[in-house]
C-alpha cells in the first residue's frame, strides 16, 4: 500500500536508519535505454566548467530507497561491434560477461585480465532529484528529475550521512524538510569531468510549503520500474549478442547480418544515445569480480574515448 505524505514527515527518523543500514550493507558487500525526457544532466562550457543545484528527493511513493544501484557493460569487440547493456548482476542473476571476465581473470595471464578490465560492468546510481539552479537551462528549474550519477557524487551523499570528524552532524540529504541542497561544481580535470568541489549546503527545508512539497513528492520517478525484471535480457539472450560482438559463432552470415543493425561499429553507434552522468577515470582492482566493477561515472566519455582510440 502505498505511503501517505504525512506519514512520510513521521517516518523519516526510522527511512534514516533504514537508509544508512543500506548504504553500510552496499558498503561492505543490461544497460537501459530509458525515455531521456526524464532524465537531467548538468551541461558545462567549452572549457569543460559547469554548475548546478540540485536537491536530492526522498523513496517515491509506494518504494523504500531513494537511490538505485544499476551495473551495465559497454565495450567493443575485436568485430568492430558493442556491446551495451544492463549487466544481470543488478538483479542477483548470473551475467554472461561477468562469467567470461571471471574466466579470463582467473587464468593467470596478463592479457586475459587486460581483457576482463576493458569488458567490466560499470556502476551508476539513479536518484529523483529536484532542479533548484540550472544556469545552462533554467527551464529545469523547480521541475524534477532522474539523475544518474557515479561514485564521486555517491560518496559525497554518504559522507553526509556519516560525517568524518566529530562535531558534525549527521544529514540525510534525501530528506524534505532537514536535508539540503547540493551544489554541482564541474571541473575538467586529465579529460575528465571532475565534482571534488561539489558541496552540500547548510541543512534546510526544499521548501515552506508542505502542499508544495507533496506536490513535488508526487511528481517523483519509479525507481524501481528501471531495474525490473522485464529490463534485462535473458542470460542467453546476451550469450550470443556477446560471441557476436567477440567475433565467436560467425558461421551464419545470416545470423551475423540480423545483429549488424542491433550492435552497429565504432563508426555508426550513437554514442548521444547512451545516457550519461559524472565522468571520472576508472579504477582497476585485483580480483575478478572487482576487476569488473571499477566506477566510470560518464559512460558517453567513456565510450567515446574507445571509439576515438
Known amino acids: 500500500m502505498a505511503s501517505s505524505f504525512s506519514s512520510l514527515k513521521k517516518s523519516r527518523t526510522n527511512a534514516f536508519d533504514k537508509l544508512n543500514k543500506q548504504l553500510s550493507s552496499m ?10 525526457d526524464k532524465y537531467w544532466q548538468p551541461k558545462v562550457d567549452a572549457s569543460g566548467n559547469g554548475m548546478a543545484i540540485i ?9 523504500d530507497m531513494p537511490f538505485i544501484r544499476l551495473w551495465t557493460h559497454g565495450f567493443q569487440g575485436p568485430s568492430g561491434k558493442w556491446y551495451i547493456e544492463n549487466c544481470r548482476s543488478t538483479i542477483n542473476e548470473d551475467d554472461p560477461v561477468n562469467d567470461l571476465n571471471n574466466t579470463l581473470w582467473n587464468s593467470g595471464v596478463e592479457a586475459d585480465k587486460e581483457i576482463a578490465r576493458k569488458q567490466k560492468r560499470r556502476l551508476s546510481y539513479i536518484s529523483n532529484i529536484y532542479v533548484v539552479r540550472d544556469p545552462s537551462n533554467p527551464d529545469n528549474e523547480g521541475k524534477v528529475f532522474l539523475y544518474k550519477y557515479g561514485k564521486k557524487i555517491f560518496d559525497k551523499l554518504n559522507d553526509a550521512m556519516n560525517p568524518e570528524f566529530e562535531g558534525e552532524v549527521a544529514v540525510n540529504p534525501f530528506d524534505f524538510w532537514e536535508g539540503a ?3 554541482l561544481k564541474i571541473r575538467k580535470v586529465e579529460g575528465y569531468r571532475n565534482y571534488d568541489k561539489s558541496e552540500f549546503d547548510s541543512p534546510e527545508a526544499l521548501l515552506d510549503d508542505d502542499d508544495k512539497l ?3 513528492w508526487k511528481q517523483q520517478h519509479s525507481l524501481q520500474e528501471i531495474i525490473d525484471p522485464k529490463n534485462f535480457k535473458p542470460y542467453d539472450e546476451l550469450k550470443k549478442k556477446l560471441d557476436m560482438v567477440l567475433g565467436k559463432n560467425t558461421s551464419s552470415s545470416s545470423a551475423a547480418t540480423a545483429n549488424d543493425e542491433d550492435m552497429g561499429s565504432s563508426s555508426d553507434f550513437d554514442l548521444s544515445k547512451l545516457g550519461s552522468s559524472d565522468p571520472e577515470p576508472e579504477i582497476n582492482s585485483s580480483s575478478s569480480e572487482d ?6 561515472d560518464d559512460d558517453i566519455a567513456f565510450f567515446q574515448s574507445l571509439a576515438n582510440s
Open 55 to 63: 536537491r536530492f528527493l526522498p523513496a517515491p511513493n509506494g518504494e
Open 291 to 296: 576487476s569488473g566493477s571499477g566506477e566510470v
Open 214 to 216: 507533496e506536490e513535488i
Open 27 to 36: 558498503a561492505n558487500s543490461g544497460y537501459s535505454n530509458p525515455d531521456e
Open 181 to 183: 541542497n547540493f551544489r
